[in-house]
């Protein structure tokens, strides 16, 4: 049972747009929410994370959008580039080091 | 240059042979972790360990064994109870203590197939 839930599998977005990817949730106790990227073929790296205590945190062109109430979580991806097509994994854990991923998003960014 | 290495980065087992994966870290992390990457599955944890000489199983452990002998070095066997071992293969540490956000540093994996 995947206690994490994302959705698209896959997406394609052109050079320039915009790609959304979104994450939900069962568990109130989880508190840590990351997002790791993986290349084929390589191990995934974290991009971006954030705690329960805010409701955005933006780095660069990649942003975590957060709404505790729905348990839901999302990445947007801004002005996408080639270089951006890999697999993205959301994930959470609730203070005991384990992470429970979700099935990732396959994007791909067409110049 | 510190990281974590994984080898061998292919392997390729025969029916009925247990094979180890090799997992060291040179980051003095504390924890760390055996994930299995399947298409369209995700990462599932294995194993983890929060310290030398101890692990905990993971979500789906049956089939694997592990041991933590040295910080370093978190090896992990593929015993031929595991029915379906073929698979991406990933180690990861963090630094671990009390605090849970405690990010992951993944290897860059060992693909395992079996013949």
């Known amino acids: 049972q995947q206690q994490v839930k994302q959705s698209p599998q896959s997406l394609i977005v052109q050079k320039g747009g915009i790609s959304i990817i979104n994450c939900a949730y069962e568990n109130t106790a989880f508190d840590y929410f990351p997002w790791y990227q993986q290349f084929p073929g390589k191990g995934p790296a974290l991009l971006i994370a954030i705690r329960p205590d805010v409701s955005e945190k933006k780095e660069g062109r990649f942003t975590i959008s957060f709404n505790k109430s729905a348990k839901q979580f999302s990445l947007h991806i801004m002005d996408s580039q080639p270089g951006d097509s890999a697999t993205y994994f959301c994930?959470?854990?609730?203070?005991?080091?384990?992470?429970?991923f979700g099935a990732g998003t396959t994007v791909t960014v067409r110049a | 240059d510190g990281g974590i290495t994984q080898s061998p980065k292919y392997l390729f087992r025969k029916e009925g042979q247990n094979v180890t994966l090799s997992c060291e870290q040179n980051?003095?992390?504390?924890?760390m972790y055996w994930y299995r990457q399947d298409p369209g599955q995700g990462l599932r944890l294995i194993y983890y360990s929060q310290i030398v000489n101890d692990f905990q199983k993971g979500d789906i452990a049956e089939g694997y064994s592990v041991s933590r002998e040295k910080k370093e070095s978190f090896p992990l066997t593929v015993t031929s109870a595991q029915k379906n071992p073929t698979a991406f293969y990933l180690c990861?540490?963090?630094?671990?203590?009390?605090?849970?956000?405690?990010?992951?540093?993944f290897g860059p994996g060992t693909r395992l197939t079996v013949l």
């Open positions: 994930a959470a854990s609730k203070n005991d080091y384990k992470l429970s």
């Open positions: 990861a540490s963090s630094k671990g203590g009390s605090s849970s956000y405690n990010e992951q540093f």
């Open positions: 980051l003095n992390h504390d924890a």
